[in-house]
């Protein structure tokens, strides 16, 4: 029963860790970026998250419809003020640009809220918990897999069902076309990361309530929503939710053998991933 | 194809210099320990660590366009095998130097066999994950004081020399190598046959792999060399701190950020990079460090703003300004005066 306990458990962590990479995921579908401040942009939501929190006296979970655009647009700025003049056939401008923002935004938080470990107060449904059997889940944990699958299900709905979907699809598939058929890339990329940061904003403050942050655990968070990304496939929404549970669960086993091993049991699943399935278990992109 | 009042060299006017002048820095920062103070003396053996860590990133992210940010999985492990070799196995610190880099190349191989299968971007992170994967497990080994780190023993520090002022200069002595063996590695290994595949890779790698070079062998080749030396590095570096602990070892700010910083702003892609970046980025902290975060954002706006206006660096804009080069990597057609 207490394996059950931790594959439930694990699963449930695995929406953490889908949200994490449900960003990361669409803005490399639309334009091949690989973001490497996005764990440092998660660290940021939080952190916006913990200033709504104090200054307006909101619930964390309310704090979401100050914070989900507030980073939205951060993102339409980022995307067009900086990134758009990295993007070409050479990978390294947005890698080392995106490296230098995430060295930025880290340094940032960490002069604006110090080192010191911070936590979202979420009240009662930090503790409450539903039994099922002789399972107990945590409702916070329930909540943050329900929210994964809400969002991943929009996002699905919004690439493939509407006009701003095929827009994206258009620019993925070939940006020079897809501007001569009147759509403006540029603005559409600007559009994606919105998206994207609007996502990675829900993951910031899910990742607040749930544990304690500092501005160096960004890089971590990355890292995290990579392996969901590239054990689920490439450009396959859905296969980055299993990824992250896959990932999420091989953590809370690893955890139940030796405390010392959840992280390296997450590293290693997504290792043994790698060289059995080098393009995820299901891919949808072929580069 | 050759007219006989053409010919084909590599050589210039500025690299002979460029040379010679090499030769007398050189020899004047061998003689150090005879005219610099002992904070000098330290400042300049971490000037040239970072020297060699920066070359060697260059090598990979610049000709083989492999890029890493995982570099410090190997500066980490070579300080962890210097203080396991020296420690347990009883060897001398610089014979534990030597052997630490025939490890750090056998280390990589598995390590590259995997992560190959990752492209461009991916394989960046991937290279993360790896450090990761070395960070927590060290961090586990509790014969070398798992999370909380060990120190070396005193006995093994005296081996090295028995006076403090020996021991100074002598790891002075073998950054300075350090970096002198880095340069020069690189620099012949792109003069040789496989630094030519390099290059050609660098330059379009479509059309390298359509001449028949081998891609993945030469990108191999690069990155377990680049291992191993980048672990004597790490062994190194530990043999001057003297403690070493898991997030010490394996800082991604340390190791890799930095060292990136570093080759941008010096110019990705040219040896020269490295070194000018190399001396702005101390020059940089010796004078901003007491801002402490606000350096750092610093360096990372610079860092940016390089890569976005003038993506080949200080080097590259004198480079293309002046037509200079230091050292002799590119071919010049020159007409024979007698012709």
């Known amino acids: 029963m207490e394996w059950v306990n931790a594959v439930v458990q694990g699963t449930l962590l695995g929406g953490l860790y889908a949200l994490f990479a449900a960003g990361l995921s669409l803005i490399f579908g639309v334009m091949r970026l690989v973001n490497i401040?996005?764990?440092?942009?998660?660290?940021?939501?939080?952190?916006?998250?913990?200033?709504?929190?104090?200054?307006?006296?909101?619930?964390?979970?309310?704090?979401?419809?100050?914070?989900?655009?507030?980073?939205?647009?951060?993102?339409?700025?980022?995307?067009?003020?900086?990134?758009?003049?990295t993007l070409g056939k050479d990978i390294l401008p947005p890698l080392l640009v995106t490296f230098g923002l995430s060295v930025i935004i880290q340094n940032a938080l960490l002069e604006t809220y110090s080192a010191d470990p911070q936590k979202?107060?979420?009240?009662?449904?930090?503790?409450?918990?539903?039994?099922?059997?002789?399972?107990?889940?945590?409702?916070?944990?329930?909540?943050?897999?329900?929210?994964?699958?809400?969002?991943?299900?929009?996002?699905?709905?919004m690439f493939y069902r509407t006009s701003l979907g095929r827009a994206f699809r258009a620019t993925s598939d070939n940006?020079?076309?897809?501007?001569?058929?009147?759509?403006?890339?540029?603005h559409i990329f600007g559009l994606a990361m919105a998206l994207a940061l609007g996502v990675t904003a829900i993951a910031g403050i899910m990742l607040g309530i749930r544990t304690s942050f500092d501005p160096s655990i960004g890089g971590g968070r990355l890292i995290f929503g990579f392996e969901a990304v590239i054990i689920g496939g490439l450009g396959n929404l859905w296969g980055t939710l299993i990824g992250g549970v896959i990932l999420?669960?091989?953590?809370?086993?690893?955890?139940?053998?030796?405390?010392?091993?959840?992280?390296?049991?997450?590293?290693?699943?997504?290792?043994?991933?790698?060289?059995?399935?080098?393009?995820?278990?299901?891919?949808?992109?072929?580069? | 194809m050759s007219t006989p009042n053409l010919n084909v060299t590599r050589t210039s006017g500025v690299t002979k210099i460029a040379a010679l002048l090499g030769l007398v820095v050189l020899i004047i920062l061998v003689?150090?320990?005879?005219?610099?103070?002992?904070?000098?003396?330290?400042?300049?053996g971490e000037i040239f660590l970072y020297l060699a860590l920066a070359s060697l990133w260059n090598l990979m992210a610049g000709y083989a366009g492999l890029v890493s940010v995982g570099q410090q999985a190997y500066v980490g492990f070579g300080g962890y095998m210097l203080f396991a070799l020296t420690m347990f196995g009883g060897l001398h610190p610089i014979a534990a130097i030597v052997v630490t880099g025939a490890l750090g190349a056998i280390i990589a191989v598995p390590v590259a066999l995997l992560i190959f299968r990752l492209r461009g971007a991916y394989f960046a992170i991937g290279t993360w994950v790896i450090a990761e994967v070395f960070r927590l497990?060290?961090?586990?080994?509790?014969?070398?004081?798992?999370?909380?780190?060990?120190?070396?023993?005193?006995?093994?520090?005296?081996?090295?020399?028995?006076?403090?002022?020996?021991?100074?200069h002598l790891s002075y002595w073998l950054a300075l190598a350090s970096a002198v063996i880095?340069?020069?590695?690189?620099?012949?290994?792109?003069?040789?046959?496989?630094?030519?595949?390099?290059?050609?890779?660098?330059?379009?790698?479509?059309?390298?792999?359509?001449?028949?070079?081998?891609?993945?062998?030469?990108?191999?080749?690069?990155?377990?060399?680049?291992?191993?030396?980048?672990?004597?590095i790490g062994a190194l570096i530990f043999l001057q701190k003297l403690r070493i602990s898991p997030d010490a070892a394996f800082s991604v700010n340390d190791w890799t950020a930095f060292v990136i910083f570093i080759v941008v702003i010096g110019g990705i892609g040219t040896i020269e990079g490295p070194i000018i970046g190399t001396l702005i980025f101390f020059l940089l902290r010796e004078t901003l460090a007491d801002l402490g975060t606000i350096y750092l954002m610093v360096l990372g706006v610079v860092a940016i703003v390089i890569m976005l206006k003038a993506p080949s660096g200080i080097w590259g804009?004198?480079?293309?300004r002046f037509d200079l080069e230091l050292f002799p990597l590119s071919y010049r057609v020159k007409q024979n005066k007698k012709g």
């Open chain 1, 37 to 85: 401040a996005h764990g440092d942009l998660i660290v940021l939501g939080a952190y916006l998250g913990l200033s709504v929190t104090t200054l307006l006296g909101l619930h964390p979970i309310a704090a979401l419809i100050v914070v989900v655009p507030a980073m939205a647009l951060i993102g339409y700025i980022l995307q067009r003020g900086i990134l758009n003049q």
């Open chain 1, 120 to 157: 979202m107060n979420a009240g009662a449904l930090e503790t409450a918990s539903v039994s099922i059997g002789s399972l107990s889940l945590g409702l916070l944990p329930v909540l943050t897999f329900g929210i994964a699958i809400v969002v991943i299900a929009s996002l699905q709905w």
């Open chain 1, 175 to 186: 940006q020079e076309i897809a501007q001569l058929m009147g759509l403006n890339r540029r």
């Open chain 1, 248 to 287: 999420g669960v091989a953590q809370t086993i690893g955890a139940k053998i030796d405390p010392g091993w959840q992280l390296l049991a997450g590293h290693i699943a997504f290792l043994v991933i790698l060289a059995v399935r080098p393009n995820g278990l299901f891919p949808r992109i072929n580069e």
């Open chain 2, 31 to 44: 003689a150090a320990p005879y005219w610099a103070g002992r904070a000098d003396m330290r400042l300049m």
């Open chain 2, 137 to 168: 497990s060290f961090a586990q080994a509790s014969a070398l004081g798992g999370g909380s780190g060990s120190s070396l023993p005193v006995g093994i520090v005296r081996s090295l020399a028995s006076s403090r002022s020996g021991r100074e």
């Open chain 2, 182 to 232: 880095v340069i020069a590695a690189v620099y012949f290994f792109l003069r040789s046959r496989n630094g030519l595949a390099l290059t050609a890779i660098r330059d379009n790698e479509l059309a390298a792999g359509s001449l028949g070079i081998d891609i993945w062998r030469t990108k191999f080749i690069v990155y377990i060399v680049t291992a191993a030396l980048t672990a004597m």
């Open chain 2, 317 to 320: 804009l004198l480079r293309s």
